[in-house]
């Protein structure tokens, strides 16, 4: 009987100090967590109106390169293909003549105090139109002390069109640099003065 209270006790105690350790771990991020250049890698589909009442589902797998603020505000460089059957665009995207990414992607993003989160990226107009690029809103988590960030998109509005359509799309981004010395092309919109060192 004694044996018995003493293991309910210590694991009591031990479930309690589990307790407590999840609850110092909460409230650890905020926007200055996600800070720096990061290389993600996308992929997914998502899904069109077709003829007949059918759905066309689009293929995209790309690249890009994303540049965060710490203060809620991003830039953003990607190459991205889809498959043969996603419909013409409108027109070329604006890119970077030396590398050919696609650029001047800008938008703002939160990070919640659990280290979740959202950020949406406004892409500009396809060159030489009145045409405006997708606008993508995506749900992430942050893990490894905001090292890397896991993100599933939520909204996806394609070129020129009234609102989001369906999509499954994912992406997972891995810290590369916290300054903006490796990549002064995409770093547009670094903060000067802030620590270069991943505190």
Request: aromatic share 8%; with cysteine.
């Amino acid at each position: 009987m004694k044996y018995s209270v003493w293991k309910a006790a210590a694991t009591s105690v031990f479930l309690l100090g589990l307790t407590g350790t999840a609850v110092r771990a909460q409230g650890t991020c905020s926007n200055s967590t996600l800070r720096g250049e990061y290389a993600f890698t996308v992929s997914g589909q998502f899904f069109l109106p077709g003829p007949n009442d059918t759905t066309v589902a689009v293929q995209r797998d790309g690249i890009a390169m994303t540049h965060f603020d710490g203060k809620g505000n991003l830039s953003q460089a990607d190459y991205v293909l889809s498959s043969p059957n996603a419909p013409a665009p409108p027109g070329a995207p604006p890119a970077d003549p030396v590398t050919g990414f696609h650029n001047q992607e800008n938008g703002t993003y939160t990070v919640n105090s659990d280290c979740t989160g959202t950020f949406t990226i406004i892409n500009p107009d396809f060159v030489d139109t009145t045409v405006a690029g997708p606008v993508i809103t995506v749900k992430f988590v942050l893990s490894d002390s905001g090292r890397s960030i896991h993100t599933i998109v939520t909204s996806l509005i394609p070129p020129g069109a009234p609102g989001p359509v369906p999509a499954l799309i994912h992406s997972e981004g891995h810290l590369v640099s916290v300054g903006s010395v490796l990549f002064p092309r995409v770093a547009a919109m670094s903060v000067q003065g802030v620590d270069t060192e991943r505190k």
